[in-house]
Each structure stands twice: as structure tokens, then as C-alpha cells.
């Protein structure tokens, strides 16, 4: 049976990245963006990774970064994935000889298929919700009908997830990995324990049930 994957982004605390890997996280997300509330410093970032265990990916967001920054923080930190939420090209992402991921916001009229193509060298596209000025955490959710039964890369699947909703979207979407932040918070940048354990478990009870397309990536 195939599992979806899961990750905890927007961790700022030492507590809620242990939480994740407790709870059984596969990645945790680090936010280098200095306007989202759930931002950190290289600084902060090295005391969160000290803690995170072999075989759970440290991933590190930019927004239209400056490449020598993201080079920098992405070396001194070991980061496991890069996650550019931006209008990064995919020239740019492939410059750091890094695993890298590229998130596109899904708007109505967008073809997610093409775009996906746009960015084959990626190890994976996430897909998030759309909100004019917001390059992500908008905590809504988009159409998942748009979400293509055959990408030619894993999908993470983003958007206003939470324990409620997120067995009906592996249900309905098939993603190879799950990325929840604003959906297992008690404050913008603070998770609840209570949250993130709730969301995990209910990923793992729509495993046997999940859309099969996705899985075999």
C-alpha cells in the first residue's frame, strides 16, 4: 500500500520540530522569508536542524531569493530540499546542486499540467492555493479537480489542510506527500501538538483509501 508522505512547515521552535518527528513527520519545512509570521534566521534554523534526526528532510523556502543567500543558508544548514514559492524559473532552481522543489499557486484558469512540465528537473511540485500578493500559507484550500491524475512529477499537496479535510483530499487527489502549516497552529508560527498529532493520523487512515495515480512516482 502506498503512504503519503507528510510535512510540517512553518516550524520556528525546537519543540515543534520534535513534536513532528514524533508524531511522525517525514519533513520538516523552515520558512526564509522575512514577511511570512512563521519566518527564521540561519541562526534560529541551525538550533531547529540540531534536532532533527537522519531520514527526516529538512526543507528550507525561499521567495525570489537572492541566489548567493540561498546557497549560503541552504550549505551551512545541510538543508535535504529546497522549496521556492516565488517566480523562481527553472533555470534558478537548478543552480544549487540540490534537491529542489517548485510550488505553484493554482489560480481557475491555470493548465497545472503544463506548468508542472515547466519544472521537470524538480524533485517534486507542490501545488498550493492562489491569493494575489500571498506567495503561500493562505490557509485556503484550491479546486482539487485541477490537480492532474498523471503528473510527470510527485506531487505535495498544499492548501488550507488540516485534520478535517485532509483524508477527503488524499481521497479525492492521490498526492505522493501532504505540507500542512497554518492547519496544525495554535498561533501563526506556534503548532499544537495536539494538532500535528490529529493531522498524522488522519493521513494515515486515508492511506488505504487514497486515489492510486499519484503514488507510483
Known sequence: MARTRIKICGITRRQDAAAAVNAGADAVGLVFYADSPRAVTPE?????VADVPAMVTTVGLFVDADPGWVAEVSDGLSLGLLQ??????PGYC???QRP???ALRVAAAM???????????????????YKKGVPGGTGERFDWGQVPSAPRLPLVLAGGLDAGNVQEAIAE?????????????????????????AFVSAVRRADPN???ENTEQ
Open 111 to 129: 493548465n497545472v499540467a503544463d506548468e508542472i512540465d515547466r519544472y521537470s528537473g524538480g524533485s517534486a511540485i507542490l501545488l498550493d492555493t
Open 173 to 197: 487527489t492521490g498526492p505522493y506527500a501532504v505540507d500542512v502549516s497554518g492547519g496544525v497552529e495554535a498561533a501563526p508560527g506556534i503548532k499544537s501538538v495536539d494538532r500535528i498529532e
Open 94 to 96: 537548478e543552480g544549487f
Open 84 to 89: 521556492f514559492h516565488g517566480s523562481e524559473t
Open 210 to 212: 487514497r486515489r492510486l
Open 100 to 102: 529542489w522543489m517548485k
Open 44 to 48: 534560529q534554523a541551525q538550533a531547529i
